[in-house]
């Protein structure tokens, strides 16, 4: 139980595009979703909490208009970064919880690599 | 001071020996504690979890916390070199019960 599914897993693009990532709960509903991003050999940095039917909750330091996230239903939340640029290449990973309790732990999906030319 | 700090590595022991994983967290009103692996370019997978002060097992992995000095670890019994991977461990903050902080991670090898 609590598949995340992530997709696409790889996009390589040209600077300038916009790349809109899928995160989905396959056998349980979401309330709350996770943005990450990694970069190479550095930990988990949290972009965002994606709530089902409201806004994103952004972390300091984490352009709203750059990476817009969008929860329109209880199972999906995507997130498009617009307008990318080369530095936006990083590994972005997002997770979701089974409930709202702090003992309910995060399941990650199996992230997506992003490579902007 | 980091929120959440880890013993650093990379940490190396020797296939069939114990590997130690030590995690120290500042918010003294945390609850909740996971340790998850992330293997080189894949996402963390969940691998304990532990909430009340003492030890939890599960199969070769055994998760200890000591809330009082705020200090969580996780030992891998009989390390295998599939063991080999980065240990994030995630700690949940009082103010926010949905949200959960990751450590640095620690490196582990198991050498053959």
């Known amino acids: 139980g609590a598949v995340v599914s992530q997709h696409p897993s790889w996009v390589i693009c040209k600077s300038g595009t916009s790349v809109k990532i899928e995160c989905r709960s396959l056998?349980?509903?979401?309330?709350?979703m996770f943005w990450y991003r990694q970069f190479p050999k550095q930990s988990l940095m949290l972009m965002a909490t994606?709530?089902?039917?409201?806004?994103?909750?952004?972390e300091q330091g984490v352009e709203k208009d750059k990476f817009l996230i969008n929860h329109a239903s209880l199972t999906l939340s995507t997130l498009t970064v617009t307008s990318a640029h080369p530095e936006d290449s990083s590994f972005y990973i997002c997770s979701a919880k089974t409930g709202p309790y702090s003992n309910q732990p995060q399941h990650f999906g199996d992230g997506t690599r992003l490579s902007i030319l | 001071q980091k929120e959440v700090e880890q013993n650093s590595g990379p940490l190396s022991v020797p296939e069939g020996a114990i590997a130690s994983l030590n995690c120290t967290y500042s918010d003294r009103g945390s609850q909740s504690f996971f340790w998850y692996r992330q293997y080189s370019g894949k996402s963390p997978e969940l691998i304990m979890s532990?909430?009340?002060?003492g030890d939890k097992e599960d199969g070769r992995f055994t998760a200890q916390l000591n809330k009082a000095s705020q200090y969580v670890s996780l030992l891998i019994r009989d390390s295998q070199p599939s063991d080999s991977a980065t240990y994030l461990c995630?700690?949940?903050?009082?103010?926010?019960?949905?949200?959960?902080?990751f450590g640095p991670g620690t490196s582990l090898s198991v050498i053959p």
């Open positions: 995630a700690v949940t903050l009082k103010t926010s019960y949905d949200k959960v902080i």
């Open positions: 532990i909430y009340s002060n």
């Open positions: 994606s709530n089902e039917g409201s806004k994103a909750t952004y």
């Open positions: 056998d349980f509903q979401a309330t709350t």
